[in-house]
């Protein structure tokens, strides 16, 4: 998976998501070369939901549907 910045650029390609303990770890690589590893505690992926409303919450979930750009 790659997130990509406003210009299509790539910011980060994420190569592995694992548990640790209660916590999720993000594995991956910032601008093509330089490791990296997130930790997405259960406290902060609350936060998380409460940025999301109704519409936004159903485009995530229509994401995993839609086609990309050819």
């Not at 594995?27 to 409460?50: D, V």
């Amino acid at each position: 998976m790659k997130l990509l910045d406003g210009t299509g650029a790539e910011l980060m390609q994420v190569g592995k998501l694992e548990r640790d303990g209660s916590d999720l770890l993000i594995k991956g690589k910032i601008y093509g070369s330089m490791p990296m590893t997130a930790r997405l505690t259960p406290q902060e992926a609350r936060g998380l939901l409460k940025l999301l409303d109704a519409r936004t919450a159903l485009f995530l979930v229509s994401l995993l549907f839609r086609q990309g750009k050819a």
